[in-house]
């Protein structure tokens, strides 16, 4: 086979969306996402539906990828898949099925570290960062600031030491008596509150790190107070309420992210996971680019919540450099970048 034509199919499995993705050649032909509603009434992702409904949803998704792009599964030249990290009950059925179709097409397997992943969204459509660059990768699970030198060549250089940013978002807008997933949430009211109204505590951590289990704390505390006075506090400061958390919890990510690239003296910036899509964060980091004169990447919306479309695209680096991993491969719900 020449290298004009390696297509690769690409399987996401970590938390709760079962996606695939063909790439050709490096293009990414599609990002085919089924979304889980069923843990929206737990107010939470529950382990066990999250892999009973990714059994269910990852046959039909691939064969959607396969037909879209206009190819048979015999015209793959590898299967990729996320081994970690995430939920190893969800980890498993992507890794599973992985493994069963590359042996049986007898292609090469590989495996993609989901965090890696996010940051190569860039790289999936024009403008790319140059490198080297920062990457602020902000998701439901992790927060960390990422000194990325090549496609797979990366460096953590700051993350938080409990609370995910994203975690830190839905536990608030749970607080606020707002349904999971509350981050959404808490961003499409604070839009039309005042994000003065209540001043939080901005944790400050040492060197790059990140904290964000305080503002949780201080909020709840604050809450409780009022709603003392008032009972019907929330319901009446609703969008002020939500706008004061989201500056705190973005001003937080602000400071570690310029402290970063003046001390490592970098303008390239780019912001990845589905923290990303928080149009507060966008709009604040868009205007402090301009002020900082920063080179500001954001992926498009449907690359910054977990899809196998960017799972396609560290794929494709890793193989050019002939990364491939055996058919032994386990998955793994903590993995370092």
């Given at each position: 086979?020449?290298?004009?034509?390696?297509?690769?199919?690409?399987?996401?499995?970590?938390?709760?969306?079962?996606?695939?993705?063909v790439i050709y050649n490096g293009k990414v032909l599609n990002n085919i996402v089924a979304t889980q509603s069923v843990h929206e009434k737990y107010g939470g992702v529950v382990p066990e539906l999250a892999s009973r409904a990714h059994q269910e949803n990852i046959v039909p998704v691939v064969s959607e990828a396969l037909s879209s792009a206009g190819i048979s599964k015999n015209q793959l030249s590898a299967i990729a898949f996320t081994r970690g990290p995430g939920?190893?009950?969800?980890?498993?059925?992507?890794?599973?099925?992985?493994?069963?179709?590359?042996?049986?097409?007898?292609?090469?397997?590989?495996?993609?570290?989901?965090?890696?992943?996010?940051?190569?969204?860039?790289?999936?459509?024009?403008?790319?960062?140059?490198?080297?660059?920062l990457c602020l990768t902000v998701s439901g699970g992790h927060t960390q600031l990422v000194?990325?030198?090549?496609?797979?060549?990366?460096?953590?250089?700051?993350?938080?030491?409990?609370?995910?940013?994203?975690?830190?978002?839905?536990?608030?807008?749970?607080?606020?008596?707002?349904?999971?997933?509350?981050?959404?949430?808490?961003?499409r009211y604070a839009?039309?509150?005042?994000?003065?109204?209540f001043q939080f505590p901005v944790t400050r951590m040492p060197g790059l790190d990140f904290s964000f289990s305080g503002i949780k704390t201080a909020?709840?505390?604050?809450?409780?107070?009022?709603?003392?006075?008032?009972?019907?506090?929330?319901q009446e400061n609703l969008p002020d309420l939500c706008a004061s958390i989201q500056y705190?919890?973005?001003?937080?990510?602000?400071?570690?992210?310029?402290?970063?690239?003046?001390?490592?003296?970098?303008?390239?910036?780019?912001?990845?996971?589905?923290?990303?899509a928080n149009s507060g964060l966008r709009n604040t980091l868009t205007q402090l680019a301009k002020k900082k004169g920063w080179n500001l990447y954001i992926p498009k919306f449907e690359y910054c919540t977990d899809?196998?479309?960017?799972?396609?695209?560290?794929?494709?680096?890793?193989?050019?450099?002939?990364?491939?991993?055996?058919?032994?491969?386990?998955?793994l719900a903590k993995m370092k970048i």
């Open positions: 086979m020449g290298t004009r034509d390696i297509y690769i199919l690409a399987i996401e499995s970590s938390c709760d969306e079962t996606s695939a993705s939920l190893m009950g969800a980890l498993l059925v992507g890794v599973s099925f992985a493994k069963s179709l590359a042996q049986a097409l007898d292609i090469p397997l590989i495996e993609v570290n989901h965090m890696q992943a996010h940051v190569l969204a860039h790289f999936i459509e024009d403008p790319k960062p140059s490198f080297p660059f000194l990325v030198k090549d496609h797979l060549e990366m460096e953590v250089i700051g993350e938080t030491r409990d609370d995910a940013v994203g975690e830190a978002f839905d536990k608030t807008a749970k607080l606020l008596g707002l349904p999971y997933p509350g981050g959404p949430l808490i961003d839009k039309e509150g005042n994000p003065k109204a909020v709840l505390y604050f809450l409780q107070d009022k709603m003392k006075e008032n009972p019907n506090f929330i705190t919890l973005i001003e937080m990510l602000r400071i570690k992210l310029e402290e970063a690239s003046k001390k490592l003296k970098i303008k390239e910036i780019a912001i990845a996971g589905g923290v990303s899809n196998a479309g960017m799972i396609a695209i560290a794929a494709h680096y890793k193989f050019l450099k002939e990364e491939f991993s055996s058919l032994d491969v386990t998955p």
